[in-house]
């Protein structure tokens, strides 16, 4: 999967939440740019720290691009059938979405880390 495609899915996934909230339920209010914004931002560095990992780990790439090739299939899986749904099962779809994305983001985050950690250990040790 190339970096590109990486980030438009992980934003795609990132703009679930923005798309399920339903007209009753109160909120606290959010400029529509700066969310979005936001969200770019999340997508950009989780799909950098891919990238980054690709380089350091590919196991370890390979492991967490296939829980998010999951969630992905998940994602479309609810996008073709949320027609058919009430809004109580997509908020929790949405959200459950989310979190999952989420949470491999920051496992990828946190696996970049310890592989420069890794690598600046050998490097001390010169």
């Given at each position: 999967?190339?970096?590109?495609?990486?980030?438009?899915?992980?934003?795609?996934?990132?703009?679930?939440?923005?798309?399920?909230?339903?007209?009753?339920?109160?909120?606290?209010?959010?400029?529509?740019?700066?969310?979005?914004?936001?969200?770019?931002?999340?997508?950009?560095?989780?799909?950098?720290?891919?990238?980054?990992?690709?380089?350091?780990?590919?196991?370890a790439f390979n492991q967490y691009?296939?829980?998010?090739?999951?969630?992905?299939?998940?994602?479309?899986?609810?996008?073709?059938?949320?027609?058919?749904?009430?809004?109580?099962?997509?908020?929790?779809?949405?959200?459950?979405?989310?979190?999952?994305?989420n949470m491999v983001?920051?496992?990828?985050?946190?696996?970049?880390?310890?592989?420069?950690?890794?690598?600046?250990?050998?490097?001390?040790?010169?």
């Open positions: 999967m190339k970096s590109s495609q990486l980030l438009s899915l992980v934003l795609i996934s990132f703009t679930l939440c923005a798309c399920s909230s339903s007209p009753g339920q109160k909120s606290v209010p959010k400029k529509t740019g700066d969310s979005l914004v936001e969200q770019k931002t999340e997508g950009k560095r989780c799909v950098d720290n891919f990238d980054m990992l690709k380089g350091l780990n590919y196991d691009r296939a829980q998010f090739d999951k969630i992905n299939n998940s994602h479309a899986y609810f996008k073709s059938h949320e027609g058919l749904m009430e809004q109580d099962p997509k908020e929790l779809m949405t959200l459950t979405l989310n979190d999952k994305l983001c920051e496992q990828v985050k946190s696996q970049a880390f310890l592989e420069i950690q890794k690598k600046m250990k050998v490097i001390s040790q010169i």
